[in-house]
């Protein structure tokens, strides 16, 4: 059979691998990939419609100067720009940071106690993990309610205060008062999952590693810090950058807790409940200013990614040493394989 030779003097395509058209065309070839790619379809179709499509329909709007119904006019930058110059806005991020701190915080070293408490050798272990994920599937707005009789003037907080002789604290109205409560709300909600989060991690280290740390003797805190969060370095920056973005996108519980009067607008007195979404809530969808609130939205996503990158440059910042190349990463992983 003669050879069929392209232009360049080589064998054409379909003479150097025969059987190529023939997998193209044979009987259950390519169609064969259809109906796996038909049963994952409506998953694409639900996301582009829902998840694609408004996230690229956001960062357009937010070049936009629209209020919902009429017609959109392009204004470029100058809503990122009018963001930059919002006073108000700046105050919602430094209450949405400060309220982050404060909970994010001490919520992540209780979850860490709890989790090696848990992992000790503690009757009713599964009672303990139910009671500590169901705040998590709570209804928020049904138990921010609950804490706004709680933290009351009247309520249950400042009673049990001036039971044990102290004044009672003005948890809805002033400044440290307003932080403090979302603070404990958030800490509630999260502490339990983030508690199951290292449990899961903690029953990964071998038990032959807490052995070793009874044998010479170390106590339950110096077993949590020198052996536990070395190990659970994972699993601790998982937490941490989860925790980061829910804690700066703080909603519920300054919208609900504040509700009265349509105070839940501003956050409560003086704006200090005001967070960068509830802000982005009252902008958009009380003020009508889709674009300005588009505008926030994209502004918010650059704080989240920068706050992540910090978190995984802190507590990756060991692992990453020992990952570098060159003589001293050798140098320390020869180290620590002949137990220096």
């Known amino acids: 059979m003669a050879t069929v030779l392209d232009p360049t003097g080589a064998p054409a395509a379909d003479e150097r691998c025969p059987d ?58 100058q809503q990122y720009g009018w963001l930059l110059e919002d006073s108000v806005f700046w105050h919602s991020v430094l209450n949405t940071f400060e309220i982050w701190f404060l909970s994010t915080v001490p919520m992540l070293f209780l979850a860490l106690v709890l989790a090696f408490l848990l992992h000790s050798q503690v009757r009713f272990t599964g009672a303990y993990r139910v009671a500590y994920f169901i705040p998590n599937v709570t209804s928020m707005v049904a138990m921010t309610i609950v804490f706004g009789s ?60 807490f052995e070793a740390a009874r044998v010479d003797g170390a106590n339950s805190w110096q077993t949590l810090f020198r052996v536990v969060v070395p190990q659970l ?5 998982f937490a941490a950058i989860t925790s980061t973005i829910n804690g700066l996108q703080i909603f519920t519980e300054s919208q609900v807790l504040f509700q009265s009067d349509d105070v839940g607008t501003t956050g409560g007195p003086g704006q200090e409940g005001m967070t960068i ?22 502004l918010l996503f650059a704080i989240i990614a920068v706050f992540t990158i910090i978190n995984w440059r802190l507590v990756s910042g060991s692992d990453r040493d020992d990952r570098r190349p060159g003589l001293a990463g050798l140098l320390r992983r020869k180290g620590a394989r002949d137990g220096r």
């Open 150 to 209: 709680v933290f009351a003037q009247s309520g249950l907080a400042n009673s049990v205060l001036r039971a044990i002789g102290m004044d009672g604290i003005g948890w809805l109205s002033s400044e440290w008062g307003i932080k403090s409560s979302v603070s404990l709300m958030i800490i509630w909600r999260w502490v339990g999952y983030n508690a199951l989060i290292f449990l899961a991690g903690l029953q990964a280290i071998p038990t032959e590693h």
């Open 20 to 77: 190529r058209r023939s997998r193209s065309t044979a009987p259950g070839g390519r169609r064969r990939h259809v109906p796996p790619l038909l049963a994952i379809s409506p998953f694409y179709v639900l996301f582009a419609v829902f998840g694609a499509f408004p996230v690229v329909f956001s960062l357009y709007l937010s070049f936009q100067d629209w209020d919902g119904i009429g017609d959109m006019r392009f204004v470029g930058l």
């Open 277 to 298: 979404v509830l802000y982005l809530w009252q902008k958009a969808f009380k003020e009508h200013q889709f674009g300005y609130g588009a505008a926030m939205g994209w």
């Open 233 to 237: 370095r994972p699993v601790i920056l």
